[in-house]
């Protein structure tokens, strides 16, 4: 059973940073793609930030400079620090895992800047 749980969501000020963290279960954690997905009401799904198996990272235009994902595969576990938020960057943040067909979800973590 494959299992992505996030964690490290909340209320931050504008400005302000936090770190979001995604433990795996079940898949073979250095083999596949992890990435991080947002969404808000009414709006699709969209990346925000992937990290390959090797290691290159990809980020969304808007949170480049910003936002980092690392990927620690002893621990089975994906990072995403958001640093200098924004109230645009509110919306709920989803783990994922990719590889071939094989595509997982977890169950959201929400991230909430004030202005």
């Known amino acids: 059973q494959v299992q992505l749980v996030e964690s490290g969501g909340g209320l931050v000020q504008a400005g302000g940073s936090l770190r979001l963290s995604c433990a795996a279960s079940?898949?073979?954690?250095?083999?596949?793609?992890m990435g991080w997905y947002r969404q808000t009401p009414g709006k699709q799904r969209e990346l925000v930030a992937d990290?390959?198996?090797?290691?290159?990272?990809n980020y969304a235009d808007s949170v480049k400079g910003r936002f980092s994902i690392s990927r620690d595969n002893a621990k089975n576990t994906v990072y995403l620090q958001m640093s200098s938020l924004k109230p645009e960057d509110t919306a709920v943040y989803y783990c994922?895992?990719?590889?071939?067909?094989?595509?997982?979800w977890g169950q959201g973590t929400q991230v909430t800047v004030s202005s």
């Open positions: 990290i390959s198996s090797g290691g290159s990272t």
């Open positions: 994922n895992a990719k590889l071939g067909w094989s595509n997982f």
């Open positions: 079940g898949i073979l954690f250095s083999t596949y793609r």
